[in-house]
């Protein structure tokens, strides 16, 4: 009998590994995204990139190398780091990336990048879940790349890793969407409390059920509210889109818009360290891009960024916008009223 329990102990390991091996893990899904018009059906999205456990802090030139970013500037615009930032710096954890997206079939991919060239010993696993952070699963790959085993991958194939994204306005409003991978933890209400959204958003943009549903490394698209502004239609960058504690540069790098949470509209200024010839002058009248005035106590005028266009030369537009103070001075007074009442529990019954 004992010569026969040895093989029946190695079965029952084997089906252990073997059902360990099939059990499904989280995946990165497809991310809904019907925009169809030219112009709508793509735009620049963001990534979240965190390396895996285990594995060397990554410098901001890894990640740009890793997901073939244009330029250096980029990264650090859409982490809001200072232009000065080396790219021998090391990456912050998350690291947004921003990426151009297509939407295409109702679901929206990365467009083109990033790109992954297979070297000896990797598998597609390893790839989706070691070097992008389960951003993507094997799955993805293999079905973008018309891979029919997985297994079989030769060293110098160039793979496109297409990490879910969308376009789409949540809500009527247009946003930034985020590509997030919830780590061990996290919760959908912290989530929206961290990104300024809502529970009921997430929720529903991701088409979940129940909250607790949530798992570890769930990749979830999480729409950032951007900052309104006075680009014109006829702008090249009238889809200009900036989140929240990020700021990015168009018009040639001539310009760096940033957005704020305390007025939600663009701040556009002239980028610093850029040479002035080649970028024209920006101004309305007499002022200058990024530069204010105030006409009464009440009133502010400020010049403000409208885009540029590249029709018969390249320009830069302005135009004078003008923000009532008192009024949101006001507004901002009784919202801090209202929370000191709330606070000491002031309500409305009786």
């Known amino acids: 009998m004992a010569r026969l ?3 029946v102990r190695l079965v029952a390991c084997f089906l252990l590994l073997a ?5 499904p893990a989280a995946r990165a899904g497809r991310f809904a995204c019907n925009a169809t018009a030219p112009r709508a059906s793509t735009c620049q999205a963001l990534v979240s990139y965190a390396p895996p456990n285990g594995t ?3 410098t901001l030139a890894h990640v740009r190398e890793l997901f073939q970013l244009r330029s250096h500037r980029a990264l650090l615009a859409a982490n809001g780091l200072p232009l000065s930032t080396p790219p021998t710096a090391p990456a912050p954890t998350p690291l947004r990336v921003r990426l151009p997206c297509l939407c295409s079939g109702g679901a929206g991919a990365t467009f083109q990048r990033p790109t992954y060239r297979i070297r000896a010993g990797d598998t597609l696993d390893a790839i989706a879940r070691g070097v992008f952070a389960g951003l993507v699963t094997f799955q993805d790959i293999a079905a973008a790349n018309n891979v029919s085993d997985p297994n079989k991958v030769a060293v110098g194939q160039q793979l496109w890793i297409p990490v879910p994204c969308s376009c789409d306005p949540v809500g009527g409003e247009p946003v930034v969407h985020y590509t997030y991978v919830a780590p061990a933890g996290s919760s959908v209400a912290g989530i929206a409390q961290e990104f300024g959204t809502t529970e009921e958003t997430i929720l529903a943009v991701n088409r979940m059920h129940d909250a607790k549903s949530l798992v570890a490394g769930q990749v979830l698209d999480v729409p950032l509210r951007a900052c309104g502004s006075t ?3 006829t702008a090249i960058d009238k889809n200009l ?4 504690g990020s700021y990015i540069l168009t018009a040639n790098n001539c310009v760096m818009c940033g957005c704020s949470s305390s007025t939600w509209q663009l701040d556009c200024q002239p980028t610093q360290g850029i040479s ?3 970028c024209p002058a920006a101004k309305c009248g007499e002022m200058f891009l990024g530069n ?8 502010t005028t400020k010049c403000s960024y409208a885009g540029y266009t590249n029709t018969t030369s390249f320009t830069i537009l302005a135009n004078l916008t003008t923000s009532n103070v008192c009024n949101l001075l006001g507004c901002l007074r009784w919202r801090s009223r209202l929370t000191l009442l709330r606070r000491s529990g002031w309500s409305r019954r009786g």
């Open 241 to 244: 889109r900036v989140p929240n």
């Open 5 to 7: 329990q040895l093989p």
């Open 292 to 299: 204010t005035s105030s006409p009464s106590s009440c009133e």
């Open 19 to 23: 059902a360990a091996a099939l059990a």
């Open 231 to 233: 680009i014109s239609n």
């Open 276 to 278: 002035s010839s080649a």
């Open 56 to 58: 060397a802090a990554a």
